[in-house]
């Protein structure tokens, strides 16, 4: 019979091998799925995974889409490495956008170079406020963060609703539930002419590598790390708990409040009811994957960026429903979490001679 | 092997083999325990005891081996099964509701309805007929843990056990607890109950058992008769190397300035079933070493974090570190001020056990060593620093890079102490210092701290091993219900008289003994 087995000790190898694995898994699953609909498997893997890619304006896409889960992604491994369960980035972002969105709608005729750092400042603080409210309901009420971030996602986005529906909707715009769209000025700057190549590309991987820095260099990160793994040693060691909770809520925070913000700025260029595909929570995916490493999440959120390129290839294509997106992401998690029992385990052949004993 | 003669061993265990993961627990083991007979099991920690008991109990299954019970070759399946063929374990750390009384705690350990008819009475007549007073309708909250003890024992006794296994019974006793329990435990050897006793203490095993099977690194070494053995004797065997005792210092001179002092302390414990701290004086004068006796759960968890600045005193002049009042500073603060700690638990309090040794010198080291150049850990010293306690401390790793849960007991809590010592501090408060570590890595430890004394730091030790108190302390305070009595002279003192005062009585009147106050 197969047995599970304690290692006593952590693997190196698997702790790069498993998420391999995990997707190789994924991959076959969600085949499984595909067949089951009557799609053939390899087919749709194909289109989900590697077609998207082939495209004229494939990789314009993916990191278009991957810069925010990276954002998001590396600020919640900041905070899940220090126990900090934030599960309510996609409401940060949501509140990022509204910020800096309704600046952007106030002052249409403001100079470029006022105007834009305004949007960003205001856009991260936004964030920084979701994420500072749900750390303070941690230290004085001692709630439970991932309901609390949970339910102001909720909030946030009818608050949205009702900004694009109610009193920030465009006058011209025949009664659609959107927002005049941004001046010029108001747009995050380009990268590349006449591409959504915005600054927030550029800005995702230096963010990762900044926080990579804190996290494993500096008596801050390594404060996060302690309060993590043994509460009480960073009790005794003389690290403030709560001062890293508060720390931990405002960059995770304000890092999607910033992607929200290049969101509507890069690429919407006005605020609707729909800001965001699931960004926040698809981002938590991204961490994981990433190994909860600043580092790694680079790589993992390109790679679900490609899921949401591919979902999206897969309705066109296909004619399969946009839930695949979802299927895929969510069988993704499950095998990603399920694979680090190897970690700390292995799988044993044991011949049932347990008998010899008796 | 039919032959059910009453004669022979009532347990025999022959080839016994079990691997874990990277550790070969027990190697080719043998251990007889005969019938009426008192044995016990003696090793240091990491010998492969428990293994071997966990197998006996049906918990660990073996990889090779056989038991002979009774007379029958068996395989133990379970702790059940083990309960049918009538072997009773007591564990060291109880499995009680505080919450439910005496009876009704039994009545959950048993099996059916049908045992329970009777079970009141039958309680009462155990616990007198065996020397094991217990009032069947208290709740265990309010009893003390040698009371809570004997609920542990007479749920055994109940199942008619022919062996009873004992771990580490007398750790949470007073002496004269520890009197009364072997009063019991002879009465049920002569009345046919076997008892195989684990423990560490070895002069409580030279008066209490006829035989002892001795492990060293998951093999036997050697089975003796512990009369016939001094305690250096049976610690050289278990430990395969040649101990000497620490050598005795003068004592600090009286007109030495107080290093640490607490001003009537008092605080409420954070913790629910915690032990609240009630107006707590003493001083300590530099090279002075002052030992708190107690039984566990009498506050010494709380003494040592507010010691620490884990919990901070309301005012700051409740405890004053070099003439600084430090009541209301952080443990990173204190340690400015030249205090360093040492608390009881090595894995996730005194020491991350998923990080490397380098992580964990840097952990409390980085204030006094320096360790942080602009916010950003200097890894090079750090990694000296680590190092450097590997080097001074003799830990057995494979260095700086090694993740602290590689380590045993012994040589982490080498670690944590060296990590602490070798910042030079002023104060060192360190609580239960060789708590599960062996025997050599303990020496190493008692003669770190008579060094450090010795160097002019003041010491306060908090332990729970009276021998330990006795060896290394200058005066002796015992710790009872959050109090801490008066420190009397270790010179002055006597095993008796602290033991009185460790079951929360009053201190004799004797006026000799409270001359240093």
Not at chain 2, 251 to 260: E, F, G, H, I, T
Not at chain 2, 458 to 470: G, N, R
Request: with cysteine.
């Amino acid at each position: 019979m197969l047995k599970i087995e304690a290692r006593g000790y952590e693997s190196r190898f698997w702790r790069y091998a498993s998420p391999v694995l995990a997707l190789l898994l994924t991959g076959a699953t969600s085949g499984l799925i595909f067949m089951a609909m009557g799609r053939p498997a390899g087919l749709t893997v194909y289109t989900f995974l590697i077609a998207p890619l082939l495209r004229q304006d494939g990789f314009e896409a993916l990191v278009v889409k991957a810069a925010p889960l990276i954002m998001m992604g590396v600020g919640l491994s900041l905070a899940y490495r220090a126990n900090v369960w934030n599960i309510g980035t996609d409401g940060q972002f949501t509140l990022g956008a509204i910020c800096g969105g309704g600046i952007a709608l106030a002052f249409p005729d403001a100079p470029a170079y006022v105007l834009f750092p305004a949007m960003v400042i205001a856009g991260t603080l936004g964030g920084m406020a979701s994420g500072g409210l749900v750390a303070w309901l941690r230290i004085r009420f001692n709630a439970n963060e991932i309901l609390t971030s949970l339910m102001f996602a909720y909030i946030t986005q009818y608050l949205l609703v009702y900004l694009v529906t109610g009193p920030w909707r465009d006058p011209q715009g025949f009664g659609f539930p959107q927002t005049a769209l941004f001046s010029d000025t108001a747009l995050a700057p380009r990268l590349i002419e006449d591409t959504n190549v915005h600054i927030g590309i550029l800005l995702a991987p230096l963010i990762a590598i900044g926080l990579w820095f804190m996290l494993e260099k500096s008596l801050l990160g390594f404060q996060f790390r302690v309060l993590g793994q043994a509460t009480r040693a960073a009790k005794f060691a003389g690290f403030r708990e709560n001062r890293l909770v508060w720390i931990a809520m405002l960059i995770s925070g304000g890092l999607a409040g910033l992607a929200g913000l290049l969101e509507v700025t890069g690429t919407l260029g006005q605020l609707t009811t729909t800001l965001s595909p699931g960004y926040g929570f698809t981002a938590i995916i991204v961490a994981f994957l990433g190994r909860l490493n600043p580092l790694g999440v680079i790589p993992a959120g390109l790679l679900l960026a490609l899921t949401y390129l591919g979902g999206d290839a897969a309705q066109i294509d296909l004619g399969l429903p946009n839930a695949v997106t979802g299927i895929f992401q969510g069988i993704l998690l499950f095998y990603l979490l399920g694979c680090d029992i190897l970690l700390l385990n292995r799988f044993r052949w044991v011949p049932s001679h347990a008998k010899a004993v008796r | 092997m039919t032959d059910a003669a009453p004669s022979g061993p009532l347990l025999t265990m022959t080839g016994m083999t079990k691997q874990y993961p990277g550790c070969l627990a027990n190697d080719h083991v043998s251990l007889t325990v005969e019938r009426n007979q008192i044995h016990a099991l003696l090793g240091e920690n990491g010998a492969g005891k428990s293994t071997l008991v966990k197998i006996i109990y049906g918990v660990v299954k073996p990889d090779e081996g056989h038991i002979v019970w009774d007379g029958r070759k068996v395989a133990i399946q379970n702790p059940g099964h083990a309960q049918r063929l009538g072997i009773g374990m007591v564990f060291q750390h109880f499995s009680l509701f505080e919450a439910l009384t005496v009876q009704e705690n039994i009545a959950l350990g048993l099996g059916s309805a049908r045992e329970r008819v009777g079970l009141r009475e039958r309680i009462v007549r155990i616990s007198n007929e065996y020397g094991l007073p217990l009032d069947p309708d208290r709740v265990v909250h309010d009893l003390s843990v040698g009371e809570r003890q004997r609920i542990e024992i007479v749920r055994c006794l109940l199942q008619n056990p022919k062996l009873l296994i004992m771990d580490e019974p007398t750790s949470v006793l007073t002496p004269s607890e520890v009197r009364k329990l072997f009063v019991t435990l002879r009465r049920l050897a002569a009345e046919g109950c076997s008892i195989l006793y684990i423990s560490h203490k070895l002069e409580e095993v030279r008066a209490l058992c006829s035989a002892a099977t001795i492990m060293r690194l998951g093999k036997n070494v050697a089975r003796v008769i512990p009369a016939e053995k001094t305690v250096k004797e049976l610690a050289e065997i278990m430990i395969n190397m040649d101990l000497h005792a620490p050598t005795p210092r003068p004592l600090a001179p009286s007109s030495a300035p107080s290093r640490l002092v607490l001003n009537k302390l008092t605080i409420r414990s954070p913790n629910h079933f915690g032990t609240d701290l009630k107006d707590i004086s003493l001083s300590l004068k530099g090279g002075e070493i002052l030992g708190i006796a107690g039984i566990a759960g009498n506050g010494q968890s709380e003494l040592m974090d507010a010691l620490s600045g884990e919990i901070l005193a309301g005012k700051p002049d409740s405890v004053l570190i070099d003439g600084v009042p430090a009541g209301h500073m952080g443990p990173h603060d204190r340690r400015r001020i030249h205090g360093c700690f040492v608390p009881e638990e090595r894995n996730g309090h005194g020491a991350v056990t998923t990080m490397t040794l380098a992580e964990n010198a840097f952990l409390s080291g980085f204030t006094r060593r320096a360790l942080v150049r602009f916010g950003v850990i200097d890894t090079k010293k750090t990694a000296a620093f680590a190092e450097n306690i590997i080097k001074v401390f003799d830990v057995r790793t494979t260095g700086p890079k090694a993740q602290a849960r590689s380590l045993s007991g012994g040589n982490l809590q080498k670690f944590l102490v060296g990590r602490e010592v070798l910042q030079e501090p002023a104060v060192l408060a360190i609580n239960q210092p060789t708590w599960g570590v062996d025997a050599g890595a303990a020496l190493a430890i008692h003669e770190a701290i008579m060094a450090l004394a010795a160097g002019g730091a003041a010491v306060m030790i908090i332990s729970q091993d009276l021998d330990e108190i006795f060896v290394l302390a200058d005066r002796i305070a015992v710790i009872a219900g959050g109090r801490v009595s008066a420190p009397v002279l270790t010179r002055d003192a006597t095993v008796e008289s602290i033991g009185r005062l460790m079951g929360g009585g009053s201190a004799p009147a004797a006026a000799g003994e409270m001359a240093v106050a």
